[in-house]
C-alpha cells in the first residue's frame, strides 16, 4: 500500500486506530519518515517512508499484534475528524442532531465522545460548508463566460444585487436554457412542456425551477433550468417563454403540480383574448347554456364560482 505523502499515511493511520479502537502515538513523524505505536505500550507498530524514487509514501514495516484492550475514548477522534466525518450528512441536514451524531460514533465505531465535541464538529462542518458553498458561488460570473463561450447560441442569465456603495456584489438568480436541447425538444418533442420548483435546503436556499418536455419514448426531456431567490417564476417563465417560441401559448400544453405562483405566470404570459374566445365558441358549438353561464360568471365576481361550478357540471352531462 502506498501514499502521496506522509500526512495521508498519518491521517490513514489515524483512521485506522479510530475503526479499530486503538490509539496510537507517533514516535517520528517528519518530512521523510513516520513511525507509529500503539499508545498502551503493546507490540503493534508500523513505519513508513518514501520509496526509492520518492513516488510514493511506503509502508516498510508493520507488526500487527495487538495485546490492548478496546478504548472508547479515542484521542484522534476530535472535534476535527467528527466535522469531516459527518460532512455529507450535515450537507444533506445542517440541523443535524447531536445525539444522532452521537449515537452514530458509538454504533459504527464503537467511541464515546463528549457532547460539546459535538457540537464543536458541527459548527466546524457548517463553516466548511457554507465556506464552500460561498466560494462556489463567487466562481458562477467565471462559469457562465466559459458556458458562454462554447455555447453561443444558448441563454445563460446570471443576475446579482449590489450593496448601496457596490462594492459587494450578491448572487440573486441564474437561468440557463442550452439552445442544443431547445432544438431538440422543438423538433423531436410534443408541445408539452412540464413545469415544476423544489426548495433548495442548503444554507443559502433559493428555488431550483425547471421545465421539462417528453421525447418520443416518453421520457423526460429536459429543456431550462433556473436557481431563483424566493418566489420568482415569472422571471422563469418569460426567459422560457422567449427561448422555446411559445409565443401567446396557443397549441401548447403546460403542466404544473397546480403550484399558484406557476400558474399565474404562465396565465399571465400566454393566455390571449383570441384563444379565450375560441375555447368559448366551440364550447358554444357543443353546449350553448354552460357557455353562456361561463360568460355571465365572468362578468359577476360574486357569481362567478358558483356559475362556473354549474357549467362544469353541465358540460360533464
Ligand atoms: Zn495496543
Not at 472535534?79 to 444533506?92: K, M, P, Q, S
Not at 464538529?121 to 466548511?128: D, E, F, Q, Y
Not at 458556458?147 to 457596490?166: A, R
Request: net charge neutral.
Amino acid at each position: 500500500m502506498t501514499f502521496e505523502s506522509g500526512s495521508q499515511f498519518k491521517s490513514a493511520v489515524k483512521n485506522y486506530a479510530i475503526c479499530n479502537g486503538f490509539n496510537v502515538r507517533f514516535e517520528r513523524s517528519t518530512e521523510n519518515i513516520v513511525e507509529v505505536a500503539c499508545h498502551k505500550h503493546c507490540p503493534w507498530r508500523i513505519y513508513a517512508s518514501w520509496g526509492p524514487t520518492r513516488e510514493a509514501f511506503v509502508i516498510k514495516s508493520l507488526n500487527d499484534e495487538r495485546m490492548c484492550y478496546t478504548d472508547p475514548t479515542n484521542i484522534h477522534a476530535d472535534y476535527r475528524w467528527i466535522a469531516e466525518h459527518f460532512l455529507e450528512t450535515i450537507r444533506r441536514d445542517m440541523n443535524y442532531k447531536v445525539v444522532d451524531m452521537l449515537r452514530e460514533l458509538q454504533e459504527k465505531y464503537g467511541i464515546i465522545v463528549s457532547r460539546p465535541t459535538c457540537y464543536n464538529a458541527r459548527s466546524l462542518a457548517r463553516k466548511m460548508l457554507q465556506g464552500s458553498l460561498n466560494e462556489q458561488y463567487h466562481m458562477l460570473p467565471c462559469y457562465v463566460a466559459e458556458l458562454q463561450k462554447v455555447n453561443m447560441n444558448s441563454t445563460f442569465q446570471l443576475e446579482v444585487e449590489h450593496d448601496i456603495h457596490y462594492s459587494l456584489a450578491r448572487f440573486k438568480r441564474l437561468y440557463i436554457c442550452l439552445e442544443s436541447l431547445v432544438r431538440g425538444f422543438l423538433e423531436g418533442c410534443r408541445p408539452v412542456i412540464g413545469l415544476d420548483s423544489c426548495f433548495l435546503k442548503t444554507e443559502l436556499k433559493g428555488q431550483l425551477l425547471s421545465a421539462v418536455g417528453r421525447n418520443g419514448n416518453n421520457q423526460m426531456f429536459p429543456i431550462a433550468w433556473a436557481v431563483v431567490e424566493g418566489e420568482n417564476q415569472p422571471w422563469f417563465i418569460s426567459l422560457l417563454i422567449r427561448d422555446s417560441g411559445i409565443v401567446d401559448g396557443c397549441g401548447w400544453t403546460i403542466v404544473s403540480d397546480q403550484q399558484k405562483g406557476l400558474e399565474n405566470a404562465v396565465a399571465v404570459k400566454c393566455t390571449t383574448c383570441e384563444g379565450f374566445q375560441s375555447v368559448i365558441g366551440q364550447m358554444k358549438t357543443l353546449k350553448a347554456e354552460p357557455a353562456q353561464d361561463l360568460l355571465e360568471g365572468s362578468k359577476s365576481s360574486s357569481r362567478g364560482s358558483s356559475n362556473l361550478l354549474k357549467s362544469m357540471t353541465k358540460l360533464q352531462v
